[in-house]
């Protein structure tokens, strides 16, 4: 069994950006410069919204967060928006989801300028995603397909499952392990809540991709010998031991799981840091098209 290491590929993604930045910086190019829109303290959004600016500080991007009160309007949230569209300083603009329940997530999503929309939510980048153009693909699955490339996972013909069918993860997930290429050419089964034989499509599959936010859901009954592990889930957990109080677990039971598989990623140290990987690489892309 060997360990996706999304750590350690991320950090290699984002050193690669790094001297690539400061190569086109010394040419006198524009800086790359991310605009992140915080709405409300929920605490986990704060740490992917700080962990993203953090990200952009260690690369030499610019970065911007705007915090704004949970109790905004919807229409000044999309004002805010708009400024940031017309802002020709900023390249790629994200929202941290999810929003309060007052604001539509779809209205936000389709205020962003398709130029700028890093997170590959905007329908415009999606319905390129899916016709396999080039487009801004949404972080998490974009994220994936770069360590699975870095691991040089062969893909190819394989059955995967894909657990979850949400706009950001799922979908576009099973999307691009069907597309041509490699990692890609899966043969892809995408499954949700009203799934009735996921057991055994699991047991089946060569390549599984855990995202539906169940804490340990997959356990090693589930899953084939030899087959690849991707675990997206992120819960907090309650955890007297941690000085946070609580632990992040993963969808997949990784102790049973991990002896199973030929690989298989952490959680944390997995999926979450190429999604900001990935994420650094949609926004040096926004700023490369304005060069
Ligand atoms: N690592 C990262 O960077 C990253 C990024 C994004 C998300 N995440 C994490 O990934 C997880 C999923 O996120 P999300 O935004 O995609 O969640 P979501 O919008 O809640 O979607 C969950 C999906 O799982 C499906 N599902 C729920 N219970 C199921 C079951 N028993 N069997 C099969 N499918 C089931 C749901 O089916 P229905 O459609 O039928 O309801 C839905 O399609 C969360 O833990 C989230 O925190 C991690």
Redesign the pocket.
Known sequence: MQILDGQLVSKATKDELRIQVAQVVAEGKKTPHLAAVLVGNNGASETYVGAKVKACNEIGFKSTLVRLEADISENKLLEVIEGLNSDPDVDGILVQLPLPAHISDEKVINTILPAKDVDGFHPVNVGKMVQGLDSFVAA?PHGIMLLLEHYKIDTKGKNAVV????N???RPMSILLSQPGNPGNCTVTI?????RN?KELCQQADIIVA????PE?LTADMVKEGAVVID????RVPDTSKKSGFALKG?VAYGEVAPRCSFITPVPGG??PM?IAALMKNTFKACQAKW
């Open positions: 998490t657990i979850g069918r949400s950001i993860v799922g499954t949700h809540s009203h799934t996921l995202a539906l936010g169940k859901f997206v889930g992120i819960t969808d999926v979450g999604t």
